[in-house]
């Protein structure tokens, strides 16, 4: 998982971190399940996929955040795709009635890939976050309502 998420993050349009977490930094922050990984027959990661809490407050206890990462050397070969909808389809059988996805608008694969799974644009959080190199980045938000879980979720 660290090498995967380490292109990731040396891509630039992934993630704010700058350095990889330890795993227990990194599983700490994140719900215990679902957590998924995609391999290779021959056991090789090609991606991961997990969710964090959107706020410890009891009322979004059915709201998760996406993490995506694929190993660059399988982009566009549907890694990706079959990661987030079997992480749909997981988190549905633990409760989250909605999955929240922060993304650089720059990464247009990311984004194409989360529309492409149901998630709609859901608002622009204009220079939010600071990358080391000084930089401030946008971070447009995209979300996902269950059909299976959370009942109606009312008038749009």
């Known amino acids: 998982m660290a090498r995967v998420f380490a292109a990731g993050i040396a891509a630039g349009d992934a993630a704010f971190?700058?350095?990889?977490?330890?795993?227990?930094?990194?599983?700490?922050a994140?719900?215990?399940?679902?957590?998924?990984?995609?391999?290779?027959?021959?056991?090789?990661?090609?991606?991961?996929?997990?969710?964090?809490?959107?706020?410890?407050r009891a009322v979004y206890r059915g709201v998760g955040?996406?993490?995506?990462?694929?190993?660059?050397?399988?982009?566009?070969?549907?890694?990706?795709?079959?990661?987030?909808?079997a992480l749909i389809e997981e988190s549905e059988s633990e409760g989250l009635w909605t999955l929240r996805a922060g993304i650089f608008p720059e990464n247009i694969a990311s984004v194409a890939l989360h529309e492409s799974c149901g998630?709609?644009?859901?608002?622009?959080?204009?220079?939010?976050?600071?990358?080391?190199?000084?930089?401030?980045?946008?971070?447009?938000?995209?979300?996902?309502?269950?059909d299976v879980i959370g009942g109606d979720p009312g008038p749009d």
């Open 17 to 28: 971190e700058q350095a990889l977490p330890s795993y227990e930094e990194w599983s700490r």
């Open 30 to 56: 994140r719900l215990p399940k679902p957590r998924l990984v995609a391999r290779e027959e021959s056991g090789e990661l090609l991606g991961w996929a997990a969710l964090s809490p959107t706020s410890p």
């Open 65 to 85: 955040e996406v993490s995506i990462y694929v190993d660059p050397a399988v982009a566009r070969r549907g890694v990706g795709r079959a990661l987030l909808r």
């Open 119 to 146: 998630f709609q644009p859901a608002g622009l959080s204009r220079r939010i976050g600071q990358m080391a190199d000084g930089r401030w980045r946008d971070v447009a938000w995209y979300e996902r309502r269950s």
